[in-house]
């Protein structure tokens, strides 16, 4: 599974962005995605993820602002942003789990997202 992710930018705080995870490859063997972030000197922080059983999930720091949607065949992840804070600038990176794994292990190559106060 190949993941790219794009829709990133520039935006001022309190605007919104959508991101977009597009899957090529084995898609159909696709049971999970997850958007990480990581801001410029600091781990990787957990944003949200969205399952085949129709689970889906964020984080609190971002919970009531971002979520997370997709089409019916794993073609394309969707991360919705509002109420975007200057905290939330970071690089996106999506990542999607196979039914025979246990974790993340195909990941896109960031987005970055930008938020000006």
């Known amino acids: 599974v190949q993941l790219q992710a794009s829709g990133g930018g520039l935006v001022q705080a309190g605007k919104s962005l959508r991101l977009s995870c597009a899957a090529s490859?084995?898609?159909?063997?696709?049971?999970?995605v997850a958007w990480y972030r990581q801001a410029q000197g600091k781990e990787r922080e957990f944003v949200g993820v969205?399952?085949?059983?129709?689970?889906?999930n964020v984080a609190d720091s971002v919970k009531g602002r971002f979520t997370i949607s997709r089409d019916n065949a794993w073609n394309t992840v969707y991360l919705q942003m509002n109420s975007l804070k200057p905290e939330d600038t970071a690089v996106y990176y999506c990542a999607a789990r196979v039914e025979w794994e246990d974790s993340f292990d195909s990941w896109g190559q960031g987005t970055q997202v930008t938020v000006s106060s």
């Open positions: 490859g084995n898609i159909g063997s696709i049971n999970a």
């Open positions: 969205i399952t085949s059983m129709g689970v889906h």
